[in-house]
Each structure stands twice: as structure tokens, then as C-alpha cells.
């Protein structure tokens, strides 16, 4: 054994595909580290506790790690329930980092400042792969590694309110008064919200959540008052498959999101691009410039940004990392999670191959491996670390056997009407698939999917919008 292999392999970030990659690592009987920036395991997930996720247990237990848990006498929550964000941590995360296999490798407030390789910069070839991984923390700790896979994540990092993927004008100057994805609407933040008026921008499911909980605060709380800007002409994908999706939660998040706008409790605002934001007498004026380039104002006391998150390799900066221009993931990657092109459940397996950089032994998995593409789910980045971990291990016939299946989210795009002919994505899923590949993961249909009228300067042109996990 060289040794470069008797070191361990690094893991970034406690949180679930973190957690499941350690899990894989001790069966693969693999020497490992995880480093997390926060004080517990699943630090991220706990910001949005109260939120229930749509999708019941059994989509959001890796594989591994249960084996792991029922070994230790674990009591499995029932597989058809929605837990919490918090429930998710209590009930699996916190119980998985306390199991003695996995416990002493898990290192709280070790928050990874870059990597590099020992000795080597970005520029330096010879005797790459021999050299073990630089990974600097931000107290200046150096820990070694065989190999690193970064599952921080991207919470940290939310996409900025401004249409063309800069920060509106003036964003920065209302920060008081901007909150990013799902406050605790009904709960610890609900002072902030009652009596208000709240803007929601975004289209996604972190949209939805935090404009049903505005309602139930709004029945609640007279004087309050909710505004939903979305850049699109229809809130069809927001609303989703209602009865036709899988996981009916998923589905119902968009019908009661539908009851409440056309019953006039929501106001519904499309073609909103927001365009300059400035401090007004305690609140805050939004300017939105319309596609003819006429603009418009809208007051309001408190703007929830649900605009997505992107993500931040600047740590990896002397890594040698191949990205989509485009995408911001692996170049193999970005294809398959376009969401031009796919929704979240229509992304086919994919695992070490596809996530792949040339810097031998570096991977990006779970929702940073996606970059700007909304269309990750949980279940997915268990699959990418099985894949990574067993070619870690020299399996490459385990590695490359990667299987996925999802549930369909029973709506084809945006503007279901044009979906026709035997192309259709309700039709049935198919059933040949490519070699090496696993089961298909739902129906298709993306950005590409919809008209979006785009925002110019002088004249109004056509864009395409679209997707069902986006915001």
C-alpha cells in the first residue's frame, strides 16, 4: 500500500449526501475525515427545519447509511411520512454522525478555507496524482488527503434578485430588509412578517412554501399582505402535476398554492423582472422594468428572495477542475441536469464518470456537483457518492453500475397545452435504456419548454422559460 492510500479520504460538509458518502467509506472499509463548517451534522438542513420536504422517507434514507442505523437498533420513521427539515435532522442525520463507525471521523467548526495539492499549484504536472491533497482550513489547520469530495453544498451562496444574474441596483442597500429562501414565516421570524407586506420572487418549491405559510400568517394577522413576483407569463410549473405528480405532497403544494392566488389572497404579478431596489420611510421601493422597457414600482416591507442558490469553487481554486461554462458543473455533467432541457425528474443516473475532473480524485457531489441547475434531488447525490466511493475503492464495476428511480412530477412544463404528439412528456416512461444506465427518472420537459418574455433595453424579444424545480 502506497502512502497516499493510507490516508483518508476527505469529505466536506455533515449534511445528508455528506453524511452518506462517510457511510459508504466505512463499508468500503476506507479511511476518511468529515469536515464541517457548522457545530452539528446537518447545520444547513436545520436553517429551514420547519419546512416538511415533499418527499416521503424512503426517497431520503441513503442505502448505506441505513444498513449502518439498523445494525445500531435504529427505529425507521415510517417510509410514506413527510418529515421536516428538523425531523430529517433528529430523526436520521444527528442518530447516523453519533454511530460509533462514524462519530470519530466527523470534525465540527472546521470550516475549509482551499485545496490545493502538497507542494504542487494548479500549474505543476509531474507527480500530480502521487502528491496527497492540501485541504487548509480557516483556523490555518492543513489536513492531508488521499482524495476530497466536496459535499458543502450551496446554501451559502443564494443566486442575487437582479433578471440578468446581477445584483439588482441598489441590493446591496436593502439587505435589512431582504430575506433568502424559507423564513420561518409562522414561527421564530413571524414579527417580521405580520402586519407586513411581503414580496415573494421566485418560482420554485422554496417559493411555494414560503407563500402557503404567508397566507395561513395573513388569515391570521390582519394588515398583512403577500405579493408573488415571477419572471415568467404563467405560474403553470409552480403549480406543478397536482393529482398526476408522484409524491403527492409535491402536487399539493401547487394546488393550494393555485386556491389562494385565483381567491385573490396571494397577489400574482408575471413578467416581473426586478430592476433597482432603494430604501423608502422604513420600507422598500422595487422598480421592475418590463420587457417594452417601461418600468413600474411596487412598495413593500420585506422581499423574500427564492431565487435559487449557485455555487462556489473558489476553493478548489488550485485544483485543476474542467466546468461547463454554462452550467457550472463537470462538462459531462451539465447535459444531463440542464434544466433547459430536463426537470428534476427526468435527470438520468449518473455517478463517477460524469463527475469526474481532470484533478484525479477530486469530485463535487450532491447539490454543488449541479451548480446553477435546480434540478437536484436528495436520492441523487446518495447515488453520486455510491458510485464515487466504490471506484475509490478500485470497484469500477459497482462504480459504473448506477441506478436511479425517481418519481415523475405529473407536469410536462410550463404551458402544458403544447404538449403534443407521441414526444409528449406525460406519455409513458420509456423502457430501453442505454447501457450502463439505470431506470428512467420521470418525464421531461425544461426551460426550453415555455415562452419567457425576455427584458431588453429598447425592444421586446422571445426567451423560453420552464422546468418544475426551478426558481
Same mark, same amino acid.
Given at each position: 500500500m502506497s502512502t497516499l492510500d493510507q490516508l483518508p479520504v476527505a469529505v466536506i460538509g455533515a449534511g445528508p449526501v455528506g453524511l452518506a458518502a462517510a457511510a459508504h467509506l466505512h463499508e468500503r472499509g476506507l479511511p476518511f475525515l468529515v469536515l464541517e463548517a457548522g457545530d452539528t451534522a446537518g447545520a444547513a438542513v436545520r436553517q429551514w427545519g420547519h419546512v416538511p420536504v415533499f418527499s416521503p422517507w424512503r426517497y431520503n434514507i441513503d442505502p448505506a447509511a441505513?444498513?449502518?442505523?439498523?445494525?445500531?437498533?435504529?427505529?425507521?420513521?415510517?417510509e410514506d411520512a413527510l418529515p421536516t427539515g428538523a425531523e430529517l435532522v433528529a430523526d436520521y442525520l444527528q442518530p447516523l454522525a453519533e454511530l460509533p463507525q462514524l462519530k470519530?471521523?466527523?470534525? +465540527?467548526? $472546521?470550516?475549509?478555507?482551499?485545496?490545493?495539492?502538497?507542494?504542487?499549484d494548479r500549474l505543476r504536472t509531474a507527480g500530480r496524482e502521487q502528491a496527497p491533497f492540501l485541504i487548509r482550513l480557516a483556523d490555518g489547520e492543513e489536513v492531508l488527503a488521499r482524495a476530497v469530495i466536496d459535499a458543502s453544498?450551496?446554501?451559502? %451562496?443564494?443566486?442575487?434578485?437582479?433578471? #440578468?444574474?446581477l *445584483?439588482?441596483?441598489?441590493?446591496?442597500?436593502?439587505?435589512? +430588509?431582504?430575506?433568502?429562501?424559507?423564513?420561518?414565516?409562522?414561527? %421564530?421570524? &413571524? /414579527? &417580521?412578517?405580520?402586519?407586513r407586506h411581503t414580496l415573494v420572487v421566485g418560482a420554485g418549491h422554496s417559493a411555494a412554501n414560503t407563500l402557503l405559510s404567508l397566507a395561513e400568517l395573513a388569515a391570521a394577522e390582519p394588515g398583512t399582505e403577500v405579493t408573488w413576483a415571477i419572471r415568467s407569463a404563467s405560474p403553470a410549473r409552480?403549480? @406543478?402535476?397536482?393529482?398526476?405528480? $408522484?409524491?403527492?405532497?409535491? @402536487?399539493?403544494?401547487? #394546488?393550494?398554492?393555485?386556491?389562494?392566488?385565483?381567491?385573490?389572497?396571494?397577489?400574482?404579478?408575471?413578467?416581473?423582472?426586478?430592476?433597482?431596489?432603494?430604501?423608502? /420611510? @422604513?420600507?422598500?421601493?422595487?422598480v421592475v422594468r418590463h420587457a417594452d422597457g417601461s418600468e413600474e414600482q411596487v412598495i413593500v416591507d420585506r422581499i423574500v428572495a427564492a431565487t435559487g442558490f449557485r455555487p462556489d469553487h473558489s476553493i478548489a481554486a488550485e485544483l485543476r477542475l474542467d466546468l461547463d461554462p454554462v452550467m457550472g458543473a463537470t462538462r459531462a455533467l451539465a447535459p444531463l441536469i440542464d434544466p433547459n432541457e430536463h426537470s428534476c425528474g427526468t435527470v438520468p443516473p449518473h455517478g463517477v464518470d460524469e463527475l469526474a475532473?481532470?484533478?484525479?480524485? +477530486?469530485? $463535487?457531489?450532491?447539490?454543488?456537483?449541479?451548480?446553477? $441547475?435546480?434540478?437536484?434531488?436528495?436520492?441523487?447525490?446518495?447515488?453520486?457518492?455510491?458510485?464515487?466511493?466504490?471506484?475509490?475503492?478500485?470497484?469500477?464495476?459497482?462504480?459504473?453500475?448506477?441506478?436511479?428511480?425517481? =418519481?415523475? !412530477?405529473?407536469?410536462?412544463?410550463?404551458? =402544458?397545452?403544447?404538449?403534443?404528439? %407521441?414526444?409528449?412528456?406525460?406519455?409513458?416512461? =420509456?423502457?430501453?435504456? *442505454?447501457?450502463?444506465?439505470?431506470?428512467?427518472?420521470?418525464?421531461?420537459g425544461g426551460l426550453l419548454s415555455a415562452p419567457l418574455t425576455l427584458? !431588453?433595453?429598447? %425592444?421586446?424579444?422571445?426567451?423560453?422559460t420552464g422546468g418544475c424545480c426551478s426558481s
Open positions: 441505513r444498513r449502518l442505523l439498523d445494525d445500531a437498533g435504529w427505529v425507521a420513521p415510517a470519530p471521523h466527523l470534525r +465540527y467548526g $472546521a470550516r475549509v478555507e482551499a485545496i490545493s495539492r502538497l507542494g504542487l453544498g450551496t446554501w451559502g %451562496t443564494p443566486n442575487v434578485l437582479g433578471a #440578468s444574474g *445584483p439588482a441596483r441598489g441590493e446591496k442597500n436593502v439587505a435589512a +430588509y431582504l430575506e433568502h429562501a424559507l423564513p420561518d414565516v409562522l414561527g %421564530t421570524d &413571524r /414579527d &417580521r412578517f405580520a402586519g409552480t403549480y @406543478g402535476g397536482g393529482d398526476a405528480d $408522484a409524491l403527492p405532497a409535491r @402536487g399539493a403544494l401547487g #394546488s393550494r398554492l393555485r386556491e389562494h392566488v385565483d381567491a385573490d389572497r396571494i397577489r400574482l404579478l408575471t413578467g416581473f423582472s426586478v430592476h433597482a431596489l432603494t430604501p423608502t /420611510d @422604513g420600507r422598500v421601493a422595487v475532473h481532470p484533478e484525479a480524485g +477530486y469530485y $463535487a457531489v450532491g447539490m454543488k456537483s449541479y451548480g446553477r $441547475a435546480p434540478t437536484f434531488l436528495m436520492a441523487t447525490g446518495y447515488e453520486q457518492v455510491r458510485s464515487v466511493i466504490a471506484a475509490l475503492a478500485g470497484d469500477w464495476q459497482a462504480a459504473r453500475d448506477v441506478q436511479l428511480d425517481l =418519481p415523475e !412530477t405529473g407536469v410536462c412544463n410550463s404551458n =402544458p397545452a403544447d404538449s403534443t404528439g %407521441t414526444d409528449s412528456c406525460c406519455g409513458p416512461t =420509456p423502457t430501453a435504456q *442505454p447501457a450502463g444506465k439505470g431506470l428512467a427518472t420521470g418525464i421531461s427584458i !431588453t433595453l429598447d %425592444t421586446a424579444n422571445e426567451g423560453q
